[in-house]
């Protein structure tokens, strides 16, 4: 069950993002090949060196801007939705695994921590302005959520089952952050290159987006998380209380814990 609704979620998540990829290359190949509306009617142009030399123009590649537009959908349609559905799949994992009865709710309280960590780096790219101290808050959060995730699984292995199903989703969910984080440095070289001292950042202050994003996009995505992510972990933490009222680990994770540290 838990593999078909892995499989789903991922199918749903690719299949979405494709397709706005594909209709943001066709609206730029549109653009590029009529950017006045339409050919008919028009005078004649100088062409440029590369028409000149032969070289269509389907042949020359996408503009600096074009590249930069499809980089962006591919980020907010194709690998934000499959984190989303990487979390998901995550807590499916911990259910089946009857996370209340092993590892209880100290390993919940890290998978929380843990959406936090992403929370803050994720809010900042949705309605801040890109620089070098925005960038530097993304890269410290993804490295603290990784050191997060070794000590989750470090804890989760002393009391329970982590299947190669759940470590398999582990690694969608430690890698696509540093998808995000790369994508994003990309589309803002310059800010990346200022972050590492190559170059000066003159706007190293926190403030709002110049171009924000669609209102809609974000309504549904904070939407999305809120529904997705921290409904299902707080889902998870009432089981634990119910299961063990007032106890931070079962008793029997309790009990491997601390042989685990006398052996230590």
């Known amino acids: 069950m838990k593999q078909f609704l892995l499989t789903s979620a991922s199918f749903v998540a690719i299949t979405v993002g494709a397709t706005l990829l594909l209709r943001s290359v066709s609206g730029a190949s549109a653009a590029r090949q009529s950017p006045s509306g339409g050919t008919a009617g028009r005078r004649a142009v100088v062409r440029p060196p590369e028409a000149a030399s032969g070289i269509a123009p389907?042949?020359?590649?996408?503009?600096?801007?074009?590249?930069?537009?499809?980089?962006?959908?591919f980020l907010l349609y194709f690998v934000?939705?499959?984190?989303?559905?990487s979390g998901v799949a995550d807590w499916l994992c911990h259910r089946t695994t009857d996370i209340q009865h092993t590892t209880g709710a100290k390993e919940t309280m890290i998978h929380l921590l843990m959406l936090v960590e992403m929370g803050v780096p994720t809010l900042a790219g949705l309605f801040l302005e890109i620089n070098s101290p925005v960038l530097a808050l993304m890269v410290a959060s993804?490295?603290?959520?990784?050191?997060?995730?070794?000590?989750?699984?470090?804890?989760?292995?002393?009391?329970?089952?982590?299947?190669?199903?759940?470590?398999?989703?582990?690694?969608?969910?430690?890698?696509?952050?540093?998808?995000a984080v790369s994508f994003i440095?990309?589309?803002?070289?310059p800010k990346a290159l200022a972050l590492v001292g190559l170059r000066e950042d003159e706007d190293r202050g926190f403030r709002l987006?110049?171009?924000?994003?669609?209102?809609?996009?974000?309504?549904?995505?904070?939407?999305?998380?809120?529904?997705?992510?921290?409904?299902?972990?707080?889902?998870?933490?009432?089981?634990?209380?119910?299961?063990?009222?007032?106890?931070?680990?079962?008793?029997?994770?309790?009990?491997?814990?601390?042989?685990?540290?006398?052996?230590g």
């Open 58 to 73: 389907a042949q020359r590649g996408m503009s600096d801007e074009e590249v930069r537009t499809v980089t962006r959908n």
């Open 80 to 85: 934000i939705p499959l984190w989303l559905a």
């Open 142 to 179: 993804f490295l603290l959520h990784e050191a997060t995730a070794l000590w989750d699984v470090s804890y989760a292995v002393t009391a329970r089952e982590v299947t190669p199903i759940e470590q398999h989703v582990h690694s969608f969910l430690e890698m696509l952050p540093l998808m």
């Open 185 to 189: 440095a990309v589309m803002h070289w």
């Open 209 to 263: 987006k110049r171009d924000p994003l669609p209102t809609g996009y974000i309504a549904t995505l904070i939407g999305l998380i809120g529904l997705l992510e921290v409904l299902p972990y707080l889902e998870e933490m009432y089981r634990d209380w119910r299961a063990h009222p007032g106890r931070l680990m079962p008793p029997k994770a309790e009990q491997r814990q601390e042989a685990i540290e006398a052996a």
